[in-house]
């Protein structure tokens, strides 16, 4: 891996879309990326992740090719800026991916789909020996919250991205980290089982992440608003960094990193997380 994640590592959304559900995370022009770059860069970002196409319940794809120029930009202009910088693609197309790691320089593909939106996308990333972080979706965007529904969703999410890792080492893709989709086709109910139940997650052997970030479930809870949902989002942080996760994806860095601090001081030697299974 580029990242070291034997402790609590900060991924920053940066969207470069109009319609991303959280209005503060969307950066349109060069300035504005740079600016947003650098910021969460000093913050303590471990990761910058570039999106360019929305993927909030509902949203309205837009082609390949306006994608492709979005991220590919961005990716020029901040590598340029911030050469040791690392990158993912937040992305479910290959062939964005694969301009973005050729073309672009980007480090980590960022797939919300795992593989299910694009059959070529496990065999890209064999091919370019990548990262890959592995999202579980029930669903498309357009469809996912009409009516998500499972029997047990730990072990129906856990099944699902286990199966497609071991696809992915067959293959001999070395490094892979789980996602197990909050928000993703999932209710406000199944998010906090999800969570409650976060460790039984690392049976899978693979680091986790954890993209909690102003979603519905804090705001839908707590009856306010995504801009409002700054603190719901520290507090859940902190429960998903004891529950086992590696890497938290956020539009807030700098107190992420808060979080993370206060975490390693409460926990410096690490959990032993089959305590909270």
């Given at each position: 891996m580029l990242l070291d994640l034997a402790k609590p590592g900060i991924m920053g959304i940066i969207n470069l879309t109009e319609d991303s559900f959280y209005s503060s995370s969307r950066y349109n022009s060069a300035s504005e990326i740079l600016a947003a770059a650098e910021k969460m860069l000093s913050d303590g970002a471990d990761i910058l992740d570039l999106g360019g196409c929305s993927t909030r319940p509902g949203a309205v794809a837009v082609t390949a090719e306006v994608e492709k120029k979005r991220v590919c930009d961005a990716l020029l202009l901040i590598r340029k800026a911030f050469p040791d910088a690392i990158i993912s693609v937040d992305t479910y197309r290959a062939a964005v991916a694969e301009?973005?790691?050729?073309?672009?320089?980007?480090?980590i593909i960022n797939d919300i789909s795992g593989g299910e939106m694009d059959r070529d996308m496990f065999a890209l990333v064999a091919r370019l020996n990548v990262p890959y972080i592995m999202m579980h979706m029930q669903g498309t965007p357009q469809t996912m919250q009409l009516n998500p529904t499972y029997g047990d969703v730990v072990a129906e999410v856990l099944l699902w991205l286990s199966e497609r890792a071991a696809r992915l080492r067959q293959a001999g893709v070395k490094d892979i980290i789980l996602?197990?989709?909050?928000?993703?086709?999932?209710?406000t109910e199944h998010n906090f089982e999800m969570l409650r139940r976060f460790s039984e997650f690392r049976v899978a052997g693979l680091p986790l992440l954890a993209g909690l970030s102003r979603k519905s479930m804090i705001w839908k809870t707590l009856d306010i608003t995504p801009d409002e949902a700054l603190t719901g989002t520290a507090a859940l942080n902190m429960t998903a960094l004891m529950k086992g996760a590696s890497i938290l994806r956020v539009h807030d860095v700098r107190e992420a990193r808060q979080v993370v601090t206060l975490f390693e001081k409460i926990y410096p030697e690490g959990i032993l997380f089959d305590q909270y299974s």
């Open positions: 301009a973005a790691v050729s073309s672009g320089g980007a480090d996602d197990p989709g909050f928000g993703f086709g999932k209710t």
